[in-house]
């Protein structure tokens, strides 16, 4: 059998490639029944990402591990997966102040396949292998691949080159667990079924994809202490909004003035962590400071250490962060 024909075949048997039955008429719908199909169709989604949340916690300690050992956290995927694995890694640095070599996403075909498809680099199995050493992976690492069809040739060759490399491996795919074959650390496989348009995996896969990448990052900065209560609190003020956000999550988390929230945000050297813990502890930044680094790099600790009053709201116990 040819190599053609084995490609297919396996094609064929992908459920991410199967036709819906339930949108056999979409070419002759009305506009408004087209939407509403889309609609009720990704309404499973997040049922699917459900069923995962052990899978998916498992895959969140992996990385805060890693990240609290001095790894990374590397994405590789190719087209939609690819796109939506950078666009998450690169929300990382301005959303949790992380460095932005500490989540990274790489995409078959580099750069450019982020604004244009680029023709047979899903299939560079070799250029996977040089991608992940040019990323210098190392045991302290986790790499997670993303493919909603699990086959993808380049994000298979990277996960396999990772794990050569001895590091931790993760694998997110909408095709069922119990045809999933590769040796990986955590699958993460929510089934969401066919697509409303045959094989348009940027559809119900590509959401799916996106709310567990949303999961994996977020909760494990909630993890690394980058949060207090709900609020962000190691972002980076890179623009007015976040200079205004900076200060209401101040004068939320403590009670202060806005304008003693500026005066304190100005203090901190606009690192909202310290101003927080000077505003709840009255204390100067030097001590805030000091005191973070104590608690391990958490808001709630830090102010846990505080021996005397202050500026505080009495709204800084009963939540993790």
Not at 57 to 68: F, M, P, Q, R, T
Not at 87 to 97: L, Y
Request: charged residues 25%; aromatic residues 4%; hydrophobic residues 40%.
């Amino acid at each position: 059998m040819s190599q053609t024909r084995e490609l297919h075949d396996s094609l064929a048997m992908l459920l991410t490639e199967q036709r819906n039955p339930d949108s056999m008429d979409l070419d002759w719908l009305p506009t408004e029944a087209i939407l509403r199909l889309i609609s009720a169709q990704d309404k499973l989604v997040p049922l699917a990402v459900e069923r995962e949340i052990p899978y998916i916690a498992e895959a969140v300690e992996i990385i805060v591990h890693a990240l609290k050992n001095g790894g990374r956290l590397l994405y590789f995927g190719a087209g939609t997966s690819g796109r939506l694995g950078v666009v998450d890694a690169s929300e990382c640095p301005p959303t949790f102040g992380t460095d932005p070599g500490m989540v990274r996403g790489i995409i078959a075909g580099g750069q450019p396949a982020m604004f244009k498809s680029q023709e047979g680099a899903e299939d560079d199995v070799e250029q996977a292998r040089l991608d992940v050493e040019s990323q210098a992976v190392t045991p302290r690492d986790v790499v997670c691949g993303i493919a909603a069809s699990r086959r993808t040739p380049f994000v298979v060759s990277a996960v396999n080159r990772a794990r050569e490399l001895g590091a931790k491996t993760i694998y997110i795919t909408t095709n069922p667990r119990s045809e999933f074959d590769l040796e990986v650390d955590v699958a993460i496989c929510p089934e969401v079924g066919a697509e409303v348009l045959m094989g348009s995996t940027r559809m119900k896969s590509g959401t799916a994809q996106k709310l567990v990448l949303n999961m994996l990052t977020t909760t494990a900065m909630v993890k690394l202490g980058k949060v207090y209560e709900n609020m962000m609190v190691d972002l980076q003020l890179t623009n007015r909004k976040l200079v205004e956000r900076a200060k209401r999550i101040i004068v939320l988390a403590t009670g202060v003035s806005y304008e003693r929230a500026s005066e304190i945000l100005e203090q901190s050297g606009g690192h909202v962590k310290t101003g927080i813990v000077m505003a709840a502890s009255g204390i100067p930044p030097e001590e805030a400071r000091k005191r973070i680094t104590e608690a391990g790099g958490t808001v709630r600790g830090a102010i846990a250490l505080n021996a005397g009053g202050g500026e505080r709201s009495g709204k800084t116990t009963g939540k993790s962060g």
